[in-house]
């Protein structure tokens, strides 16, 4: 089992989304988050003064999946989330040691 951690661009959430719900994903967290990496923020223009945004805003989707499964959902949050410009964002793939289905007492790929 893996977690799927994407940051991407705010206004690429529904068609993520849109697209994960397709290939069968069953459920995922979202996060409204701000930071920067290569970018370094945003110089911005208001009413003639020029400032700068330190942490650019971005959304981040964790999603739990079945090892076969990892490839295709990479594959499917990277095509969605892609705007060919700086700040698209990045895709984390993490091992996940157990789960545990609350309500039901489920361990494992059948907790997910």
Excluded: C
């Excluded at 529904?14 to 409204?32: F, P, Q, R, S, W």
């Excluded at 079945?66 to 949050?77: A, C």
């Amino acid at each position: 089992m893996k977690l799927i951690e994407a940051l991407i661009k705010p206004f690429k959430l529904d068609e993520v989304k849109d697209a994960l719900v397709d290939m069968g994903v069953h459920g995922m967290t979202v996060t409204e988050v701000k930071g920067f990496g290569r970018q370094k923020g945003n110089r911005e223009v208001y009413r003639g003064a020029e400032y700068t945004t330190d942490f650019v805003p971005k959304v981040k989707i964790e999603v739990f999946a079945p090892d076969k499964l990892v490839p295709r959902v990479v594959e499917t949050i990277t095509r969605s989330a892609k705007t060919g410009s700086v700040g698209d964002g990045k895709i984390l793939v993490a091992d996940i040691s157990s789960v545990v289905r609350i309500r039901t007492g489920e361990m494992g790929e059948s907790a997910l």
